[in-house]
Nanobody
């Protein structure tokens, strides 16, 4: 059974930084693709960043150059370093694991990030 638990959210001023963590159990580290999504108030959930088993990364245009996704397979943990945060980065950030062999998606419960002065 896969379990994902996010941490690291909070209130930060514009221009500040946060690091989100997603600790996982039941993850098959050499198969599963790890992703961060976010959902802003009144908007649909969107993909923010992705990292594959081979550590290839993808970023949404809105966060390129400011966010960095990384993974520590030994700790079954994925991180999202967020720098130069903007008010439009506000939302609930969800950790996701996608298993290509089955097509299954697994989700954490989310952590709230609020960027405001």
């Amino acid at each position: 059974q896969v379990s994902l638990v996010e941490s690291g959210g909070g209130l930060v001023q514009p221009g500040g930084s946060l690091r989100l963590s997603c600790e996982a159990s039941g993850i098959i580290w050499n198969i599963d693709v790890r992703r961060w999504y976010r959902q802003a108030p009144g908007k649909e959930r969107e993909l923010v960043a992705q990292i594959t088993v081979g550590s290839s990364t993808y970023y949404a245009d809105s966060v390129k150059g400011r966010f960095t996704i990384s993974r520590d397979n030994a700790k079954n943990t994925v991180y999202l370093q967020m720098n130069n945060l903007k008010p439009e980065d506000t939302g609930v950030y969800y950790c996701n694991a996608f298993r290509p062999t089955t097509g299954m998606n697994y989700w954490g419960k989310g952590t709230l990030v609020t960027v405001s002065s």
